[in-house]
DNA sequence: TTGTATGCGTTATCAG
DNA sequence: CTGATAACGCATACAA
């Protein structure tokens, strides 16, 4: 437990100013070869080390970025704070995490608080983009980058995945194969995501002449009991379906067991799709059909947006949406 | 953008000193009702900030802490630093995320980072805790608390799942099934925390008079691909086995695709238990049995434990043990 | 090539 | 009750 020492004292020991120390530990000046080595061995066998703080104070730049997410419950959010974790290391900047639990006051809260520990700039990702979000966000003196959800409309930066498109490929997959009968599991009515992703599922529907009116469909919360509720609720229905999406592979898990309970073969009876494509797509026997997106990536753009911010100095709009790719596995076949 | 205000500002705006500010922006001292009114209104209407560098500086403490975990792939580490964070949150500290990609040398940098920027303390999360660690952690002047592995031996404070005693428990609930025959899926070699559920499992039948030596065993990588191959392996070994334990969850659940791939019914055949319990373990049509213990708890006691080192001002040993509890589901059966 | 002096925005001490 | 003023530790413009 040695006490820090400061560079007055490591200035004092070399007989020189502090001046010439500052400038050797940060190479930002001519310093005379002998006396640099003198300070650099002073350096070294007192374990000097800048306070930081006050650098930062005097230079009015932290090299910390903030982020704020609404979930830290699964592997998504996980990934993508390992890629935000990643790029800003190359870049020198740290990360300062909060969670909101997806509750507006606490972002509220957090939003301030970050602006108070006077990061460079934040990372958010929330559940649900509102007009009181935009306000906020408005009045930061800092560049501010959206994760999950399409800013376009409120012109602030983001990154997405590409909901609607992944959702409508996804489903003109199903139609190549033959499927017209469709069953439909979706999420939360208010979420922006769920509702761009049926979207692209019905548009791609209705491309192929068919009516959605018709189409068996319910909502859930991602998990997947809530899937296999789904699921039993259509199956109860009666309405008959060749093929089921599902808006998360949780879900469509829950509605893959929920079939083999009730009797159905998979996928010779009823193909299966997931919106997403995690781990769980390959935990059954059985293994689902989904849409893989990277959240690593997710976060790796983010951060690299961000950053990008944050060098120009102001803020401008620029929106990047991550690449996807249709898996098609056991879970979904050709109709006869 | 607004430009930010600095105290001075204030100060003259209200026509009074910077102390006088200070005290009644921190409630720091007596000042007059009438000159108090008139500066909360000033702070108001500028939407005054205190600059928390200046402060810290000052102060000589951060009221951050930094995390270093190697891994930010799965729902357990999220789940872990959400309970930091939520704690953190009801102490007013903040958290600074580092991943260290679980290489040593990374780790080593982020320590010496993490004490670049003055955190108050650090939670340490590895898969595998070396000398060179000790070594790191004793020459730092703030508290470390290791979250995952027992540093007892170490006397460095630390939160751990007690693997030892959940893998016998749960070996033992199947020896008490009736099971006397088992297979045994384990992690990587060097893993500490998979020798200790090992160990566990193993004392567990060699309390019942089993011969260890002849049950068959693989390791893996705890993903449900590398289960799958280490039964496959096992089962091709001809070796019999009415039970079989995976040192995690994943490995569990590949081993029951396995073993219903080779034409075996769970739990009539073979009864599986994961020393884990995750989503995945309700993924599955056939729910897995296994161990649940709570990441969020892991991480909401490390973060107690941590502050209250910081609280302290002097590092003290002490250890903390995640409670658990033994989940028997379907995948399990009564010998007859 | 080196040193001096000032600013960064607070907190805290000590007079008044 | 209030105001000067000295830390806090560093960067940097300007002088020498």
Same mark, same amino acid.
């Not at 001046?19 to 002998?34: L, M, W, Y």
């Not at 999420?187 to 209705?206: C, F, Q």
């Not at 849409?291 to 120009?312: C, R």
């Given at each position: 437990?040695?006490? =820090? ?29 002998? &006396?640099? *080595? ?23 730049? $932290? ?9 830290? $419950? ?5 990934? &993508? ?27 509220? *809260? ?15 990702? &929330? ?23 399409? &800013? ?7 990154? /997405? ?41 019905? =548009?791609?529907?209705?491309?192929? @002449? ?38 998360? @592979? ?25 919106? %997403? %494509? /995690? ?40 929106? *990047? ?16």
């Amino acid at each position: 437990m040695k006490k =820090d020492i400061n560079i007055s004292e490591v200035a004092k020991k070399a007989g020189v100013s502090i001046a010439t120390v500052s400038r050797v530990f940060n190479n930002s000046g001519p310093v005379k070869e002998s &006396t640099r *080595k003198l300070i650099e061995s002073i350096i070294e066998e007192t374990g000097y080390l800048p306070n930081i703080l006050a650098r930062e104070l005097a230079e009015k730049r $932290t090299n910390l970025i903030g982020m704020i997410v609404h979930n830290l $419950t699964g592997e998504g959010m996980a990934r &993508t704070i390992q890629g935000v974790s990643d790029i800003l290391e190359e870049h020198a900047f740290n990360l300062l995490m909060t969670c909101s639990n997806g509750n507006f006051e606490s972002e509220k *809260k957090h939003f301030e608080l970050l602006r108070l520990k006077r990061v460079d700039g934040i990372l958010f990702a &929330t559940r649900n983009f509102t007009k009181e979000h935009k306000e906020i966000i408005d009045k930061l003196p800092i560049p501010v980058v959206v994760l999950l959800q399409d &800013t376009e409309k409120e012109q602030i930066p983001c990154v /997405t995945f590409a909901n609607y498109s992944m959702a409508k490929e996804a489903a003109e997959n199903l139609l190549k194969l033959g499927h017209r009968s469709f069953a439909y599991i979706g999420g939360p009515e208010h979420s922006a995501n769920a509702n761009e992703r049926k979207a692209g599922v019905m =548009d791609a529907l209705k491309g192929a @002449d068919i009516d959605i009116n018709s189409i068996p469909a319910s909502t859930g919360n991602y998990h997947i009991e809530s899937g296999y509720e789904g699921m039993e609720a259509i199956i109860k229905s009666g309405k008959k379906f060749s093929a089921v999406i599902a808006v998360n @592979d949780g879900m469509a898990i829950g509605a893959m067991n929920c079939l083999m309970d009730h009797g159905f073969s998979i996928p010779e009876d009823v193909s299966v799709l997931g919106l %997403d %494509d /995690t781990v769980l797509a390959k935990a059954s026997r059985l293994k689902l059909s989904g849409v893989h997106y990277s959240y690593t990536k997710l976060g790796d753009e983010g951060a690299a947006l961000l950053l990008k911010q944050i060098q120009s100095e102001s803020s401008f709009f620029e929106k *990047k949406v991550i690449p996807y790719k249709v898996n098609l596995r056991q879970s979904v076949r050709l109709m006869n």
